[in-house]
């Protein structure tokens, strides 16, 4: 079935450490995409990722699709990353609907 | 600008009775999409339009219908509301492939 694996689920760093966050997702799924949703619920696209390596300010973003694997790295974390980071991965059945993992909840302490 | 409107942010129900759920978006996508996320669960998939007709239906039940009026509309009615039907509903758009999100709406259904 389609599946996305999200790990760890749950992660602490102290203000300036880095964080690596993992997904991996089925064969019967492409491309990957990243979302930051804030404690009030709402979903913040961070990155549309298909294949290769994107960059954002502190966050990498590396998606090797032969291996069915998408990472996110957080460097130099602060306290306002602080929330759920969310990955999908695209299913195309007569539409194209993303298949979410469970989500990774990252706490930064000052 | 939000690009994604959904209303209401919040809603109560009483079992048995009967709500929609309004998403307009202002991103110019042809394909919009609605998503549940319950408690303790992850994001999925319900409904994908394009261009105004319905693509694909994950949803079992058929309390749940879409309704497309205009282009960049795409209402989510419910009808026989259940308790079980407590959740954020998250209305989505894409051109093609990245999707963009609502800010939801939680219902909550007594």
């Known amino acids: 079935g389609q599946q996305v694996q999200q790990s760890p689920a749950s992660l602490v760093l102290q203000e300036g450490e880095n964080a690596e966050l993992q997904c991996n997702f089925s064969t019967s799924l492409n491309s990957m995409q990243w979302f930051y949703q804030r404690p009030g619920g709402s979903l913040v696209s961070l990155f549309y990722n298909p294949s290769g390596t994107k960059h954002s300010g502190r966050l990498t973003s590396t998606t090797v699709i032969k291996e069915r694997r998408s990472s996110l790295h957080i460097s130099s974390s602060q306290t306002t990353d602080s929330g759920t980071y969310l990955c999908a991965s695209g299913l195309s059945s007569g539409s194209w609907q993303l298949i979410f993992g469970s989500g990774t909840q990252l706490t930064v302490m000052p | ?110």
Request: hydrophobic share 30%; glycine share 4%.
């Open chain 2, 1 to 110: 600008d939000p690009k994604i409107i959904q209303k209401p942010k919040y809603l109560v129900a009483v079992t048995g009775s009967e709500k929609i759920l309004i998403c307009e978006q202002y991103l110019g996508h042809n394909a919009m999409y609605w998503y549940r996320q319950s408690a303790k669960k992850p994001l999925e998939f319900m409904f994908s339009y394009s261009y105004q007709k319905l693509m694909d239906n994950q949803t079992a039940s058929s309390r749940f219908q879409p309704q497309s009026s205009k282009k960049n509309h795409l209402d989510l009615q419910i009808t026989a509301l259940k308790p079980d039907d407590s959740a954020t509903y998250f209305c989505a758009s894409s051109h093609p492939t990245e999707q963009y999100f609502g800010p939801g709406t939680r219902l909550t259904v007594l």
